[in-house]
């Protein structure tokens, strides 16, 4: 017996030292692929120029003629900056995002050798491949901690800020689900139930000052660049928040998902084959906590900043259903059902999602979370009408896939995916 004690006790060391081995080479190598930015330009020269974006309009296409009486009223919206937060329903976002600018070809501000702007480091317009100061760009929506002093200089004035919010207690649930092995505080959480056991007495494994802690608290506070670890009752919180309202134009909600993709086609004005989607990053059922009102309670005091956050955009959120009108948005939620349905029935083989192990074609894999394969995807039918061959693929693909197709180098995530899943996968 204890052979085997020590025997396990070997493989947790070894996997620890791995842990801390790639912990130093991703840092040296977020160094060496984010190199400080120096600023020898004023503000408004670094800023993108008006109408240097207005030229970029010209790569719009003409609305179809089903929408012909829509262009007659507004133009859609071609300058956008996503938000795009953590664990909120934002890569099903991201994927609309990708089909809309890539049909209309537009320019995407994109990172550099990884899939997020240097996160958890604050967003610089340094990390934004082929970055030159003055450059003007349609679309930003890749990960980032907001930054909107750097962001503005990317995106003309006219551009529409747009983010996604989700119930806090469930962002913790899911974040914690997704990032604690990559937590090393949480490793010394004992039991079944590593959730139940940090809410219970969170102080005992929480450090401000740990690595990767943000993911633990207040994590939609930190992503948009504010202090994670704040009080909710100090006067910054609200002060940020109200910063926030006059930043963005629209904050979507994830429980109302439909709601929020209407009000976002209403803003931008697009059209209902604009917002078509399937839900991507999903997780199965079984990997999901069950908390108890007692926990919840736990979790929504540990994340109060953001409680508040979301309380505040919450109401912001059901005051412009009402002026979009609730009958006129239950007859355009009823439409998208119809037309996703319509594209489940097309595109996807078995009309639903499938664990990872199931997925039979690697481009439609999703990003997994360390030591797991929660993350559900897609298999795409095999005798798909070739009209709709292109957009069943598009509306299939993950964001690194996507990523990958428009272009960009991830050769940074690329080797930590291949650590993740080839090597630390083993010690866990």
């Not at 190598?29 to 970029?56: H, W």
């Not at 991507?280 to 994340?303: G, I, Q, Y």
């Not at 505040?312 to 005051?319: L, V």
């Not at 897609?378 to 272009?407: A, H, V, W």
Request: hydrophobic share 40%.
């Amino acid at each position: 017996m204890s052979g085997i004690k020590g025997s396990k006790c070997a493989l947790v060391i070894r996997g620890l030292i791995l842990w801390v081995l790639l912990t130093n080479l991703m840092l040296v190598l977020y160094c060496l692929t984010n190199p400080t930015q120096v600023k020898i330009r004023g503000f408004q020269e670094d800023t993108c120029p008006l109408s240097m974006a207005k030229l970029s309009k010209k790569n719009m296409t003409t609305p179809p003629q089903s929408v012909k009486s829509q262009s007659e009223e507004c133009s859609p919206v071609a300058d956008i900056m996503f938000m795009k937060t953590h664990k909120t329903a934002s890569s099903t976002i991201l994927n609309i995002l990708f089909r809309y600018g890539e049909r209309h070809k537009l320019k995407f501000a994109f990172p550099d050798g990884r899939n997020d702007f240097s996160y958890p480091s604050p967003f610089l317009c340094s990390q934004v491949k082929d970055y030159r100061p003055g450059e003007c760009f349609n679309i930003l929506c890749n990960h980032m901690r907001f930054d909107r002093q750097e962001v503005a200089k990317l995106l003309p004035p006219h551009a529409v800020y747009v983010t996604i919010l989700r119930d806090p207690v469930d962002l913790f649930e899911s974040s914690f689900h997704y990032y604690h092995r990559a937590v090393p505080l949480t490793w010394r959480i004992s039991g079944e139930n590593k959730l139940v056991e940090f809410l219970n007495n969170p102080q005992a494994f929480y450090s401000p000052e740990a690595y990767n802690s943000f993911y633990l608290k207040n994590l939609l506070f930190f992503d948009f660049g504010f202090e994670n670890n704040v009080e909710a009752d100090d006067p910054r919180v609200m002060r940020n928040i109200h910063n926030l309202s006059r930043y963005f134009d629209l904050v979507l909600i994830a429980e109302y998902f439909e709601e929020s993709l209407i009000l976002l086609k209403d803003k931008l004005c697009w059209t209902m084959e604009d917002i078509v989607y399937f839900k991507l990053n999903a997780r199965k059922s079984s990997s999901v906590s069950r908390l108890t009102p007692e926990l919840r309670a736990k979790a929504l005091e540990w994340n109060r900043a953001d409680w508040r956050l979301y309380q505040h955009f919450n109401a912001t959120f059901w005051a412009r259903v009402e002026a979009y009108g609730r009958e006129r948005m239950k007859q355009e939620v009823s439409e998208l059902r119809r037309r996703n349905a319509d594209m489940k029935a097309i595109c996807i083989e078995g009309g639903d999602a499938v664990e990872a192990q199931k997925i039979q074609d690697s481009r439609f894999l999703p990003w997994q979370p360390v030591g797991e394969t929660s993350i559900l995807g897609y298999n795409m039918k095999k005798d798909i009408d070739p009209r709709f061959r292109t957009i069943c693929e598009k509306m299939l693909t993950p964001e690194i896939q996507y990523l990958s197709d428009l272009g960009v180098s991830l050769w940074l995530t690329r080797l930590w995916g291949w650590f993740k899943d080839a090597v630390f996968t083993v010690w866990l």
